[in-house]
C-alpha cells in the first residue's frame, strides 16, 4: 500500500498558521490590505493564470513598493515563527500516520522549497514519510516516480478538489480522499474525482481500511 499525502489543511492547520504570521506583518504596521493585496501578486506563469505559490522575498518586494518597514527583522520574526511549526499540526495527524510503516507513506506538497521546507521540517512529521516532493507543478508527476507496477492500493489525500482531480485522471488507479476540515480554508464540494470524503484524519483512517 502507497499513501500520499498533502500537507496544508491535511497534516498541518494553515488557517492558524497564517494569522500568527499575518500578525507578524501587522507588527510592523503593514495595513491587512496591502499584505493581502500583495500575498499571491506575482507575475503570470506560462499558462497566463496568476500564480498561487507563496514565494516569500516576491511578497515582501510588493509590499516594500507600498510601505517603509524594517525588513531585516520582520524577516527575522518571521523565521522564529518557522521554526516552531509543531504546534500547528492537527492533533489526529501523528496518530494516523503511527498506523502505517515509513515505506507506505509519502508527502506531497504544494510551495517552495525554502518556506515550504521550513514549514514541513519543524513540525518535526519528516521521520513518518519515506520520500518528501515539494514542488510548484503538477502532482501526478511528484506521484509517478513512486508508483511501482502492481495491484498495491494506492490513496492520495487532499483539501483540494482540483488537485485530486488532475491525480484522478492521470493515475485513475489511486483512490482519492477528500479531507473536509471544518478548520480548514475551503470549502471544495466532492465531485466525480473524490472517491470519498472525511471530515478528518480519523475518518480517512476508517476509509483506508475499508477499502
Not at 154 to 167: N, P
Request: proline share 4%.
Amino acid at each position: 500500500m502507497k499513501i500520499f499525502i498533502d500537507f496544508d489543511d491535511v497534516l498541518f492547520d494553515t488557517r492558524r498558521f497564517r494569522v500568527d504570521f499575518q500578525d507578524i506583518f501587522s507588527q510592523f504596521g503593514i495595513p491587512d490590505d496591502i499584505y493581502t493585496r500583495n500575498y499571491y501578486n506575482y507575475p503570470p506563469n506560462r499558462q497566463n493564470s496568476p500564480k498561487t505559490i507563496y514565494i516569500l522575498e516576491e511578497h515582501l518586494k510588493k509590499i516594500s513598493k507600498n510601505i517603509s518597514f524594517d525588513k531585516p527583522a520582520l524577516k527575522r520574526k518571521i523565521q522564529k515563527l518557522l521554526s516552531n511549526t509543531r504546534k500547528y499540526v492537527f492533533s489526529d495527524a501523528e496518530p494516523f500516520l503511527h498506523n502505517f510503516s515509513r515505506q507506505e507513506l509519502f508527502l506531497i506538497s504544494h510551495g517552495k522549497q525554502n518556506f515550504q521546507g521550513k514549514k514541513i521540517k519543524n513540525t518535526q512529521l519528516e521521520k513518518y514519510f519515506s520520500a518528501i516532493k515539494i514542488s510548484d507543478g503538477q502532482k501526478s508527476q511528484d506521484i509517478c516516480p513512486w508508483i511501482e507496477k502492481g495491484n498495491e492500493k494506492k490513496f492520495f489525500l487532499d483539501d483540494r478538489v482540483h488537485y485530486l482531480e488532475e491525480v484522478k485522471e492521470c493515475l485513475p488507479e489511486i483512490i482519492t480522499i477528500l479531507i473536509q476540515r471544518p478548520e480548514g480554508r475551503y470549502r471544495d464540494q466532492r465531485n466525480r474525482h473524490c472517491d470519498f470524503t472525511a471530515k478528518n484524519l480519523k475518518a480517512a483512517l476508517k476509509i483506508i481500511h475499508n477499502s
